[in-house]
């Protein structure tokens, strides 16, 4: 499934961006995180770079001036994340690591596929909150039989 498109952006605040989406739909996405953790990015950490912001061709990117650029599936996912719509690639990687699950273990805890898994943690798709609560009551469910 494709992500929506932008059809406006405006910086709003420190690393923080109103996005428009072609339903209509509008996120305040904060980009201080991402900012810090890819190098590329690092240009954005000046407050006037940062608010040059403009829409790219068919409102699939977001781009500035030094040639940042962060494509819509990564924005969705942020957006959606921040809103506390969907669970965070680092909570859900968090929750596997700390319980020693594999990929396979995982998804069998889940009642999802392996690949689906990967994708989660690439990523690829926006981890439904849903997942993030099941990972949860999985946990829970784990220690009150281990106590």
């Known amino acids: 499934m494709k992500q929506p498109n932008i059809t406006a952006v405006t910086a709003t605040g420190d690393k923080t961006l109103s996005i428009t989406w072609a339903s209509g739909k509008t996120d305040q996405v904060v980009l201080g995180d991402l900012i810090a953790d890819l190098a590329g990015l690092e240009p954005l950490d000046n407050a006037v770079t940062f608010a040059a912001v403009k829409v790219g061709e068919d409102g699939w990117s977001l781009l500035w ?6 494509g819509t599936d990564t924005l969705w996912r942020i957006a959606r994340e921040q809103s506390l719509e969907a669970t965070p690639i680092a909570e859900f990687s968090a929750w596997r690591q700390r319980n020693q699950l594999s990929l396979s273990d995982a998804a069998l805890a889940l009642g999802i596929t392996r690949r689906m898994v990967s994708y989660y ?27």
């Open 65 to 70: 001036p030094t040639g940042a650029e962060i």
């Open 121 to 147: 943690e690439a990523g690829r798709y926006v981890i439904p909150r849903m997942v993030g609560l099941a990972c949860k009551g999985w946990e829970l469910e784990r220690e009150s039989r281990t106590s």
